[in-house]
């Protein structure tokens, strides 16, 4: 079990890609029933986000990417690849690099994490990490 001072910077991390109500649902997890589960969510969410790729660094992978998150609000999806790194002039994550499909297939580029966050979209707490090419397998597969 880790500490209080351990989980309030676990959680700490987890603000830059998740929005409060997210984030408060799981805190809310822990003092329950499942406690052990939620406790350990938070952590290797955490360690995710704290060691994905950054900016540039699967560049030249292209389809063999991994998509470190998945992010999703109705029909619509953002697969993250990469994030950005923080500087002491730019602290906070701002964007990320991933395919975004809003529902008419996707597109690869740069995405607003804030904007995402403001605009309520969820990150799937159960996503485990694929390549790109994995993911896009998968969604023609469900649009066929």
Same mark, same amino acid.
């Given at each position: 079990?880790?500490?209080?001072?351990?989980?309030?910077?676990?959680?700490?991390?987890?603000?830059?890609?998740?929005?409060?109500? +997210?984030?408060? =649902?799981?805190?809310?997890?822990?003092? *329950?029933?499942? @406690?052990?589960?939620?406790?350990?969510? /938070?952590?290797?969410?955490?360690?995710?986000?704290?060691?994905?790729?950054?900016?540039?660094?699967?560049?030249?992978?292209?389809?063999?990417?991994?998509?470190?998150?998945?992010?999703?609000?109705?029909?619509?999806?953002?697969?993250?690849?990469?994030?950005?790194?923080?500087?002491?002039?730019?602290?906070? +994550?701002?964007? =990320?690099?991933?395919?975004?499909?809003? *529902?008419?297939? @996707?597109?690869?580029?740069?995405?607003? /994490?804030?904007?995402?966050?403001?605009?309520?979209?969820?990150?799937?707490?159960?996503?485990?990490?694929?390549?790109?090419?994995?993911?896009?397998?998968?969604?023609?597969?469900?649009?066929?």
């Amino acid at each position: 079990m880790k500490t209080a001072n351990e989980l309030l910077a676990a959680i700490q991390t987890l603000r830059k890609f998740m929005g409060v109500t +997210q984030i408060d =649902a799981l805190y809310e997890g822990i003092r *329950g029933e499942e @406690g052990d589960f939620f406790e350990t969510k /938070i952590f290797a969410m955490a360690e995710l986000v704290s060691t994905m790729p950054k900016t540039y660094e699967q560049e030249e992978l292209g389809d063999e990417a991994i998509v470190s998150l998945h992010y999703f609000r109705g029909d619509m999806d953002w697969y993250i690849t990469e994030r950005d790194v923080e500087t002491p002039d730019e602290p906070g +994550q701002h964007q =990320a690099f991933g395919l975004a499909d809003l *529902g008419y297939g @996707g597109e690869l580029g740069y995405i607003s /994490i804030v904007e995402l966050i403001r605009n309520g979209v969820e990150l799937d707490l159960y996503w485990k990490p694929c390549t790109l090419a994995a993911v896009r397998a998968k969604r023609e597969k469900a649009a066929a």
